[in-house]
């Protein structure tokens, strides 16, 4: 069975954080998408320890060149989307 997948941007600390604990919690795959890729160190080890597959992309929303970027990934990552978490 496939599992549902999200997209959480401002993901690697704070509210984001808690969102994608909270997802990975209740069986979904996991997509962060932020800028400060020195703050997801251990990220992928806490997501997975939860049973989520994680995938990072930095990302900056500002840029809407990045947004059918990050849609793409995570199709070819996941298959599907079915969350989006607007953090950042």
Known sequence: MTRPAAII???ARGI???CAEALANVGFDILVADLA???TNGL???LAARGAKYTYV???IADLASHAALV???TKT???IDC???NA
Do not use: I, P
């Open 9 to 11: 941007t401002g993901g």
């Open 78 to 80: 996941f298959g599907r």
């Open 84 to 86: 989006l978490v607007n």
């Open 58 to 60: 930095s990302c900056d």
């Open 37 to 39: 890729e020195k703050s």
């Open 72 to 74: 793409d990934v995570a």
């Open 16 to 18: 984001g954080l808690a």
């Open 44 to 46: 992928a080890d806490n």
